[in-house]
DNA sequence: TATAATATTATAATCATTACAATTATATGA
DNA sequence: TCATATAATTGTAATGATTATAATATTATA
């Protein structure tokens, strides 16, 4: 997975910045938020602004290479869109897991004239290791 | 349905706002705002402050009696809690939509060990009116 | 190299929500 | 009924993530 390329092949320019953000987000099990991903690219890029971070997440997201997650009011998290999956959100320990789902296959009826163009299932709960 | 019993039922002081702000989120196919809700009680009582529309929801949310829903960044809305159903919001004209799922045999799997206490389901696209 | 286009930065503005303290209304016991 | 405690409501200011805007730096290309 070559993520410069990938830029290339969106008319992206590949900078060090964007680069580094596609691969914050495919790491498997991350969702961070605008902040993290800040601190994240901060240990790389000491002087990156937080505008920068903001900007890159911009041109991602039109490009359609990640996506917004909204479960909770007032924490917006960032996701990689290598597959379809669910995210299940810890209400102990804050954590957002993916989870398989068949989104092709959602049993609702009901919306026969309407374009459906994305699809996101949320779960909240408690994961296992705050329900030891 | 009486919002007042249901009120009482919950231990909560059936005051005039809570009353209203229940019934205004009983109407099917409305997800106001707070700012939205301000307004429709605004209507009712002109003397209303925009804290009191926020301290009546998180009353109402803590007990349960209603729903945030987060679909887009930066737009929260609400819902009554009557039955589960899923949520499309139209990108163009922006209203949210409800449509029957059956959250009782979603095909996901991979949570084994997770105690899943709440499910969403948003769809994104265009509605039947702006796909004319 | 020169120029245009794009990327990055810095600063200030926005705006929904929250915090907090003061006031008002309601419930309950004497 | 009145006094007091509890809860509800209000007003003001603070918060904090995101956005807007303009200036600067970098990159691409002729």
Chains 1, 2 share one sequence.
Do not use: W
């Not at 901060?42 to 937080?50: A, H, L, R």
């Amino acid at each position: 997975m070559n993520f410069k390329e990938i830029l290339m092949k969106h008319d992206i320019q590949p900078s060090n910045y964007r680069i580094k953000v596609l691969e914050c987000l495919s790491h498997y099990e991350e969702h961070p938020t605008a902040e993290e991903l800040y601190q994240s690219l901060s240990d790389v890029f000491p002087t990156i602004s937080k505008m920068s971070v903001y900007n890159t997440i911009e041109v991602l997201l039109n490009a359609g290479l990640i996506k917004r997650i909204t479960i909770e009011n007032n924490e917006v998290r960032y996701d990689s869109m290598l597959e379809n999956h669910g995210h299940f959100k810890c209400e102990s320990c804050g954590k957002v897991f993916n989870f398989d789902i068949d989104m092709d296959h959602l049993p609702f009826k009901g919306l026969e004239n309407f374009e459906i163009d994305s699809k996101d299932v949320y779960f909240k709960g408690i994961c296992p290791d705050c329900n030891h």
